[in-house]
């Protein structure tokens, strides 16, 4: 019976995270090795390090499943995902049985450390101006009377007693490489993505509900009504665009740097309006904002809501699309030496993992670049 590419997919994150059991390992193992391959075995000298065997592997394995590609299909989409790059890389090493090694390697030896993953960072910047710096081992905030984590401790150095009965605006922001949730007072949540900020009063209005965002950010909008049983509108304020719903799920995509504006409907409805227009969106549709002009689309929603879930996806996204998602989670300047290249890079990938994996997406499409660790930036120079 063949193996879900999810649930193949689930055990090399937990390889990668050091999670997997013996018997997920060897399922793992079993589905390496039924693709048409041999066992890997690897003779090495004691001279050879293991970094020049990772290299030697994975150039080998790359170029097998390249042969294996029909001639008319491009390149780039030879692998659906890039967590099978990373599964074919990580659980190659994992069943290698060297002649010289005795010792098994660990899992934290199989992936050099050059660049890592962003992960829970954030600033709470309250009404008197003070800025609070929140805690990294904290997924997020509930606010009310209080700001409180998720776990219920509070926010250190936040007194919002006078602030709650005269609401004032609160500003929480996540750097490069930041996510952060937040549950306002009303019960909506909402989860940041890196570099963005949203701004929100400590207290909502009786007859509105207003924030305003700036990059990108995931929305469960609780529905809330007045006493005379109306619901209560509540709205999303970005550049150009004005988002107006009443109870639902959506992304918004509003980066200051980017030209467009893209919201996209997971559940519900959404009204989307700029200067001239309004549109109301269907679950399954996004609203793209640019140039004075709002255009409808049918997507695939997981496309845009990926990072959500801790996850990079790749698919319906231009190169550069991809890269900026990449060079904010990563903090790096990415910088084209000879333009931007046309491929459009395809799959997932877990946000967990060091930019050295990632990047493998980038050799499946043969795209040459350098990775410049100490001053933070990737080059993209172009196609191979």
Do not use: C
């Amino acid at each position: 019976m063949p193996i879900n590419t999810e649930y193949i997919e689930h055990l090399v994150f937990k390889f990668n995270t050091g999670n997997i059991s013996k018997e997920e390992l060897q399922v793992l193992t079993d589905w390496y090795n039924s693709h048409d391959d041999q066992q890997v075995v690897i003779p090495t000298k004691r001279n050879e390090s293991q970094e020049e065997v990772r290299s030697r592997v994975l150039a080998g394995l790359l170029a097998k499943v390249a042969d294996e590609q029909p001639k008319t299909i491009k390149r780039y989409p030879m692998i659906r995902w890039i967590a099978a790059a990373a599964a074919i890389f990580v659980v190659a090493l994992g069943t290698w049985t060297a002649i010289e090694y005795k010792e098994p390697v660990k899992v934290s030896e199989l992936v050099s450390t050059t660049i890592g993953p962003g992960g829970n960072k954030a600033t709470l910047t309250l009404a008197d101006g003070r800025t609070v710096e929140l805690s990294n081992v904290q997924a997020g905030i509930v606010a009310g009377k209080e700001i409180t984590y998720t776990n219920g401790v509070p926010v250190e150095n936040v007194d919002l007693d006078q602030t709650y009965n005269n609401p004032r605006l609160l500003i929480l922001q996540t750097p490069r490489g930041g996510t952060y949730k937040i549950t306002l007072e009303d019960g909506t949540q909402i989860w940041l993505n890196a570099a963005s900020t949203i701004k929100y009063p400590s207290r909502f209005a009786s007859d509105e509900r207003v924030v305003e965002l700036e990059g990108e950010a995931y929305f469960q909008v609780k529905t809330a009504y007045r006493k005379n049983g109306e619901k209560i509108p509540f709205k999303v304020i970005s550049k150009h665009q004005e988002v107006e719903v009443l109870g639902t799920q959506f992304n918004i995509n509003a980066y200051r740097e980017q030209l467009a504006i893209k919201t996209t409907l997971v559940e519900g409805r959404v009204a989307v309006s700029d200067k001239q227009d309004r549109i109301t969106l269907s679950p399954n549709q996004q609203a793209i904002v640019s140039a004075g002009k709002i255009k409808v689309k049918q997507v695939n929603v997981n496309d845009y809501i990926a990072w959500r879930d801790g996850k990079f996806g790749f698919d319906s996204k231009t190169f550069e699309e991809t890269m900026n998602e990449i060079g904010r989670w990563y903090d790096l300047d990415i910088i084209y030496e000879n333009g931007i290249p046309k491929e459009e890079l395809m799959g997932d990938a877990f946000r967990n993992q060091n930019i050295s994996l990632v990047l493998r997406l980038l050799d499946v499409a043969e795209i040459d670049y350098k990775l410049d660790v100490s001053r933070r930036k990737l080059i993209i120079k172009g196609k191979k």
